[in-house]
């Protein structure tokens, strides 16, 4: 078993900033990938951001320059700065993670959201 633990939505004004943070937990042997997607109301969950494991990073256009993902390997934590948020950021924002269990299996595993409103 996986557990994500997400925390840092609420409410910014529009050009103000949030972090977010999710931590994972549980029979972890190693972390895949670790990210963050978002669905805003009547659209599609949608990449925002994610790390991959040796560094790699990748995130949506819509996003570059202004929201930056990192990890703290110590705590299976990873973190998303958020700066110069728009109305077009509002969405329910999800953790992912995909690990290697200590059983020896590949799991996916999503958080349950964590809400980022933004007010113009």
């Known amino acids: 078993q996986v557990q994500l633990l997400e925390s840092g939505g609420g409410l910014v004004q529009a050009g103000g900033s949030l972090r977010l943070s999710c931590a994972a937990s549980?029979?972890?042997?190693?972390?895949?990938?670790m990210g963050w997607y978002r669905q805003a109301p009547g659209k599609q969950r949608e990449l925002v951001a994610r790390m991959i494991s040796g560094g790699y990073t990748d995130y949506a256009d819509s996003v570059k320059g202004r929201f930056t993902i990192s990890r703290d390997n110590d705590k299976n934590t990873v973190y998303l700065e958020m700066n110069s948020l728009k109305s077009e950021d509002a969405a329910v924002y999800y953790c992912?993670?995909?690990?290697?269990?200590?059983?020896?299996?590949?799991?996916?595993?999503w958080g349950q959201g964590t809400l980022v409103t933004v007010s113009s």
């Open positions: 992912n993670t995909v690990v290697l269990s200590r059983g020896g299996r590949y799991l996916e595993v």
């Open positions: 549980g029979s972890i042997l190693r972390i895949n990938v």
